[in-house]
């Protein structure tokens, strides 16, 4: 009888060890099906635009792209130059990211470590309302209560200037505080979740060693979350850089020098106002301002990853 108690017990044991088994190799082979579909997705993408954004580099050559500022496909004599438009990305995309990280990084850390319990469940959902917000609603929102007050102040710094273009309150100040604006949510969300998940015996060991609030928050607490931290700035970069809609309405469209006050053309914003009626060459460019902007969002990821993660084994 006891032996065939055991029997029966070592054969469910088996049973259900070759049921895990089989459990694991399943969900293995799912996992890494996912991680190849989504490298071959990247990869993909990557090709596509190559494929298509380099015959304009032929025809037209790259000193003129890249090294011109007039940009005139509609004309007699057709002119490519973007080296504007990529300076106006490149000059928003860091106003942005400088106003909007570091007030969304203590906008995370006010709800992680300062706020209470009542505060912080009134604050949070309005921050996830924000992130779920179309992009074109905040530039209307730009266009009518930005906009109008941006206008204001060029009328008074330029009220005596022969040579400033009025924009009506549409140029590169108004598209940077909507793109700071619009990268708030991402780097909010993601940098409070990083600080909640530091252990409780960090915040306790500093401040057993002296340390106050303050300097437990941002010597212990916000090093030990510094790569979620990172990944929330990647992620409201990358919003920043490809923003397209919102930009449109509030960076008035004309291709120049990207001065505060100027009406200024972004490569994401080059491509949506004239892929409608573009052809030929001109089409063929805009691919090639795609592919500039592509090049320009997995470059600048890398870096900022790079810069930010730095210290992180030090910390």
Not at 102 to 118: C, D
Not at 277 to 291: E, K, P, W
């Given at each position: ?12 044991i088996?049973?259900?060890?070759k ?8 969900a ?8 190849l ?40 004599e ?8 990529i ?14 990280v ?7 850390v006010?709800l ?13 959902p309005?921050l996830?309302?924000l ?6 609603i905040y ?23 022969e ?18 604006v ?15 998940a530091?252990?409780?015996?960090m915040?306790?060991?500093s ?11 941002f010597?212990?607490?916000l ?21 397209a ?20 053309r972004?490569?994401?914003t ?10 030929g060459v ?16 997995m ?7 790079k810069?930010?993660k730095?210290?992180t084994?030090?910390?």
């Amino acid at each position: 009888m006891k032996s065939q108690a055991e029997a029966f017990l070592t054969n469910s044991i088996y049973i259900n060890r070759k049921r895990k088994a089989v459990v694991e190799r399943a969900a293995q082979t799912i996992f890494s099906f996912c991680a190849l579909f989504s490298i071959l997705a990247v990869a993909s993408i990557a090709l596509y635009m190559v494929l298509n954004g380099t015959p304009a580099i032929f025809q037209v050559g790259l000193k003129e792209i890249f090294f011109t500022t007039a940009w005139e496909p509609t004309a007699a004599e057709p002119k490519y130059g973007i080296l504007y438009v990529i300076l106006t990305s490149i000059v928003g995309t860091a106003l942005a990211v400088l106003i909007g990280v570091p007030i969304g990084i203590l906008t995370a850390v006010f709800l992680a470590e300062v706020a209470g319990k009542k505060t912080a469940a009134v604050v949070k959902p309005a921050l996830e309302l924000l992130a779920g917000i179309p992009s074109v609603i905040y530039g209307l929102l730009g266009l009518r209560l930005l906009m109008p007050i941006m206008y204001k102040l060029e009328l008074a710094l330029f009220r005596d200037s022969e040579t400033h273009r009025f924009t009506g309150g549409a140029n590169l100040l108004s598209a940077t505080l909507v793109l700071a604006v619009m990268i708030l949510p991402t780097v909010i969300n993601i940098s409070e979740v990083s600080i909640r998940a530091v252990p409780l015996s960090m915040k306790e060991a500093s401040l057993a060693l002296g340390g106050s609030r303050i300097q437990t928050i941002f010597r212990s607490v916000l090093l030990t979350a510094k790569p979620g931290i990172v990944t929330g700035v990647v992620l409201g970069v990358g919003r920043a850089m490809g923003e397209a809609m919102a930009i449109t309405l509030v960076s008035g469209g004309s291709v120049n020098m990207p001065m505060p006050f100027c009406s200024v053309r972004f490569l994401t914003t080059a491509i949506v106002s004239e892929m409608g009626y573009s052809s030929g060459v001109h089409r063929q460019m805009l691919f090639t301002i795609g592919l500039v902007l592509f090049i320009f969002i997995m470059f600048i990821n890398l870096i900022l990853t790079k810069i930010l993660k730095g210290g992180t084994k030090g910390a």
